[in-house]
């Protein structure tokens, strides 16, 4: 019974659902905070994962919409094994992060530009990032090596 | 995020207390403003208390550095937590700012 009671909790899906509104990345990183403790995930872990959802998130939400209406992103996040499987879907405009180039960090402060920073922090996050266009609707997916 | 400010001579010290994301950045990227507009130059931001980074923040952070810079003022930042300062090396600001261990280590370079 403790067994399969045990196999049933690391197949449950978690599901995040965030307003379109930068004020939701504080229900983002307490539900994580919640998620990682609920599941006994190192610390390290769930920082990259929150800053890698973080910069997604931001970006789905200033860029990804040109109406006003409220609009929901939703995050599932599975553990499969030492992996953490993650999608965030959202119904905002096409937007394939992959796209975006990476930043010439090697320049001086004054030239520095943040331009394409976050995008490049969630590359740098997670092990691997992949993009759908699926039904109108973004879906990407992240996976996270738990070490 | 909540910013204490005080003032050691010609420099500002702004401590930096939780997380600093794109629901808040525009709230210290304002207060330097307003600081930099009334003529201050040399800042340290104490990240002793700052739990939390993104590039929303970094932003804030290079925009006003060059500012300070432009004025031939200064930004040091100081006590960055491990993953903050995980943060700073992706992106490779830890090249372009001068980050000290302590506020007070930091009050020394100006």
């Known amino acids: 019974m403790a067994l399969e009671r045990m196999a049933g909790t690391l197949d449950e899906e978690t599901r995040i659902e965030l307003k379109n509104s930068l004020s939701e990345l504080e229900r983002l990183s307490l539900a994580l905070e919640e998620f990682g403790d609920r599941r006994c995930l190192p610390l390290k872990t769930v920082m990259d994962v929150n800053l890698a959802l973080d910069e997604i998130f931001t970006n789905i939400v200033s860029y990804g919409f040109p109406d006003s209406d409220d609009h929901l992103i939703k995050i599932n996040l599975l553990i499969e094994g030492k992996e953490l499987n993650i999608t965030v879907e959202d119904d905002g405009m096409p937007f394939n992060p992959l796209e975006i180039p990476e930043p010439d960090l090697n320049v001086p402060l004054e030239e520095r530009k943040t331009g394409g920073l976050g995008i490049y922090f969630v590359r740098k996050m997670v092990d691997e990032l992949r993009y759908e266009r699926r039904q109108g609707k973004n879906v990407l997916f992240l996976k996270k090596k738990i070490i | ?110």
């Not at chain 2, 005080?6 to 950045?25: C, M, Q, T």
């Not at chain 2, 104490?46 to 932003?59: E, H, K, M, N, P």
């Not at chain 2, 300062?85 to 280590?105: H, K, L, N, Q, Y």
């Open chain 2, 1 to 110: 995020m909540k910013i204490k400010e005080s003032k050691s001579g010609a420099v500002i010290i702004l401590d930096l207390n939780g997380r600093l994301d794109a629901s808040n950045s525009g709230v210290l990227e304002k207060k330097l403003t307003d600081l930099l507009g009334a003529g201050e130059k040399y800042f340290i931001l104490d990240f002793d208390r700052l739990d939390y980074i993104s590039s929303a923040g970094l932003r804030v952070l290079l925009m006003a550095a060059k500012k300070a810079n432009g004025a031939g003022g200064k930004e040091a930042l100081s006590s960055l937590k491990e993953h903050v300062r995980e943060v700073f090396d992706i992106a490779g600001f830890t090249a372009i700012f001068p980050i000290c261990s302590t506020s007070e280590e930091a009050a020394g370079l100006f």
